[in-house]
C-alpha cells in the first residue's frame, strides 16, 4: 500500500508544483509545449496510480451490491457529457481551450466554468460505492474532492493571463455552477451525442483496462 500513497504524493506534486512554474515552464518553452508535456505528464502519473489501486491490498469498508454499479453508471453519463462539452465548447476559466468564447453565448459556461473537473467530481463520487475497500474509497473520494478544489485554482491560474475588464466580462455571463442554464441551451444535441459515444466506448474499454465490465458487474453479460 505504501507504493499507493507514493504515487498519490508525485501525481499531486505533479499537478501543483508545475502550477506555481506555469510562467517560468511557458516562457522557457512556450504555451503549447507546456500543455503537452503538462498532460502526458498528467496521465503517466494517472496510470500509475490506478495501477497502484489495483495491486494495493484489498481492505474492505462495506460489501458491493449490484444497486451501486447503477449509481456510477447513472453519474458517468452527465460526467461523459462535461467531457464533451470541454472538447466542443471553449473554457476561457478552466481546463480547455480559451480561444473562441463569446460572453453573449457562454455555451456550457452558463451551466458550469469548469465542465471537465465537474465531470472528475462525478466520476469519482459515482467510483466510490461500488469500490467499497479502503484504498479506492481514498483514490476515488480524493479524485472528487481534488476537482472541487481545482475550480478555484483554475480560475485564479487563468485569471493571471487577462485583463480587468476581460475577467469582469467572462464573469459576467458565467458561473460556477448553475443548473438552471441546463434548461436554457447550455448543453447542445451535439455534447450530448458525443458524451454517449465517450459513454459508450468507457463502459467497452473498462473490461479490457480496468478488468471488470461494468455491465457484468449487473449481470447484464458475462464478465
Known amino acids: 500500500m505504501i507504493w499507493f500513497f507514493i504515487s498519490v504524493v508525485v501525481f499531486l506534486a505533479g499537478h501543483i508544483i508545475p502550477g506555481l512554474m506555469r510562467n517560468q515552464i511557458v516562457g522557457w518553452m512556450g504555451q503549447r509545449a507546456y500543455v503537452v508535456c503538462f498532460s502526458v505528464l498528467s496521465l503517466v502519473l494517472l496510470v500509475w496510480v490506478i495501477h497502484e489501486v489495483l495491486v494495493a491490498d484489498f481492505i474492505p469498508l462495506w460489501p458491493f451490491a449490484p444497486w451501486q454499479v447503477y449509481v456510477a453508471l447513472c453519474l458517468m453519463l452527465p460526467a461523459c ?3 464533451a462539452a470541454t472538447i466542443l465548447q471553449p473554457c476561457p476559466l478552466s481546463i480547455g481551450r480559451k480561444n473562441g468564447f463569446d460572453p453573449n453565448r457562454p455555451g456550457i459556461n452558463a451551466f458550469c466554468r469548469h465542465p471537465l473537473l465537474l465531470g472528475a467530481f462525478l466520476w469519482g463520487l459515482g467510483h466510490v460505492l461500488p ?3 479502503l484504498v479506492a474509497v481514498i483514490f476515488f473520494g480524493g479524485s472528487a474532492v481534488f476537482a472541487l478544489v481545482g475550480f478555484a485554482r483554475m480560475e485564479k491560474i487563468r485569471m493571471k493571463e487577462m485583463s480587468k475588464a476581460e475577467i469582469s466580462e467572462i464573469l459576467a455571463g458565467t458561473r460556477r ?5 441546463v434548461l436554457h441551451g447550455a448543453i447542445g444535441l451535439g455534447e450530448i451525442g458525443l458524451g454517449v459515444m465517450i459513454y459508450a466506448c468507457l463502459i467497452i474499454a473498462h473490461r479490457y483496462v480496468i478488468g471488470i ?3 457484468g458487474a449487473l449481470g447484464a453479460f458475462g464478465g
Open 131 to 133: 469500490n467499497g475497500d
Open 177 to 181: 455552477f448553475a443548473p438552471r442554464a
Open 213 to 215: 465490465s461494468p455491465l
Open 81 to 83: 457529457i462535461l467531457w
